[in-house]
């Protein structure tokens, strides 16, 4: 299904937490690309600027991007019964599965077939998150003024390494000042 509208009626609860369940078990190890494809691309929750919008909020605030993601979704559609739904959905079956495969690599973490295999999996995780990178920053395509934004991000922090949180609080209120002035 391409990107498109959101639906006309917004989620159920129910459906906040199997949605979110499906985020947390099949996108185990890098939750971001299965959200945007199912927020966005499956269920048309939502569109895919206002994933992206949406996004940029929970990146923002302190915490695991998707948790935020999840408490925000849930709770824009369906209060906090809806927050409580995705967050529930989102980390439950995957906290058994880490438990599990912790104490499994524990027994076996010496071993060189465990150990290719961790990096095979390193290797596919950061091609997920690239591809995903993609997809989030395509709503800014033509738009000069916010890729230059992004830049200025991606420099500050993976290139200077300077610290997130002073970063954000100069980028943010500067951006949204620059935007507002060339408008």
Not at 143 to 166: D, E, T
């Amino acid at each position: 299904m391409s990107d498109g509208a959101p639906p006309r009626d917004p989620p159920t609860v129910a459906a906040l937490f199997w949605g979110f369940l499906s985020i947390g078990v099949i996108g185990f190890g890098g939750v971001l690309p299965w959200a945007r494809r199912m927020m966005v691309e499956q269920r048309r929750w939502l569109t895919p600027a206002e994933f992206t919008d949406l996004l940029g909020l929970c990146q923002f605030l302190p915490g695991p991007n998707i948790v935020n993601l999840s408490v925000a979704l849930g709770s824009r559609f369906r209060g906090i019964p809806g927050a409580i739904a995705a967050v529930v959905g989102l980390i439950s079956l995957p906290m058994v599965i880490v438990m599990t495969l912790g104490a499994v690599y524990a027994a076996y973490a010496d071993h060189p077939v465990v150990a290719q295999g961790a990096e095979g999996l390193a290797a596919a995780a950061s091609g997920l998150v690239v591809a995903t990178a993609l997809k989030i920053a395509s709503p800014l395509r033509g738009k000069w003024l916010g890729i230059f934004v992004a830049l200025l991000v991606l420099v500050a922090i993976a290139v200077l390494h300077l610290p997130l949180v002073p970063t954000m609080l100069v980028l943010a209120p500067a951006s949204i000042a620059l935007h507002w002035w060339v408008r």
